[in-house]
């Protein structure tokens, strides 16, 4: 597949910026809707109904008459949000059971990205990205331990977590013609 605006290249292949023929900004964004039930022993249609929403952008440009060109990306790579209410079901070691419990877990990742693509010729790119990663941990639930030493003891877990780190991606696109 060709990359052939900022936001599909700074995605997927940074090859793919090299194609812009002029500046481009592109903005965009996700919306998602989760609706879902379960039962188990403890529950009769515990219900879970979360709306979200996250932005993207992403900006071409290429550079006069060089073959060279950039990229600048703010792109979401994940997220999630689940809020449960329900009957915590006896478990872990002595069959403990919290009661009536929140379930609340998110996660959110997301990828700042600057990119450039050199356009070698009618039939190849090849581009490269480096960003930073936000990635944004919180879960509060019942939760039994699966490992030793602490194998099959439960808690009510309150976790919260976050932090950066370095992505690079890099790709090449071959155009055996016109059609392809």
Not at 14 to 30: D, F, H, I, V
Not at 171 to 178: F, Q, R, T, V
Request: proline letters at 6%; charged letters at 10%; glycine letters at 14%.
């Amino acid at each position: 597949a060709v990359a052939s605006a900022p936001m599909g290249a700074m995605y997927a292949n940074p090859a793919g910026l090299a194609s812009l023929r002029r500046p481009e900004l592109q903005l965009g964004g996700t919306v998602g809707y989760v609706h879902g039930t379960f039962d188990n022993a403890a529950n009769n249609g515990a219900t879970l109904n979360n709306w979200g929403a996250i932005p993207e952008l992403a900006f071409g440009l290429p550079l006069g008459d060089s073959p060279v060109t950039l990229g600048l990306s703010f792109l979401p790579e994940a997220a999630l949000s689940a809020d449960w209410t329900y009957n915590d079901a006896p478990g872990g070691l002595g069959g403990v059971s919290y009661g009536n419990q929140t379930h609340r877990s998110d996660i959110t990742v997301l990828r700042s990205a600057l990119g450039a693509a050199v356009k070698l010729g009618d039939k190849w790119s090849l581009g490269a990205s480096v960003g930073l990663i936000y990635n944004d941990n919180k879960l509060q639930a019942p939760y039994i331990f699966q490992n030793t030493p602490l194998a099959g003891a439960k808690t009510l877990l309150d976790l919260n977590t976050d932090g950066f780190g370095v992505n690079a991606q890099f790709g090449a696109i071959y155009k055996p013609n016109e059609c392809w």
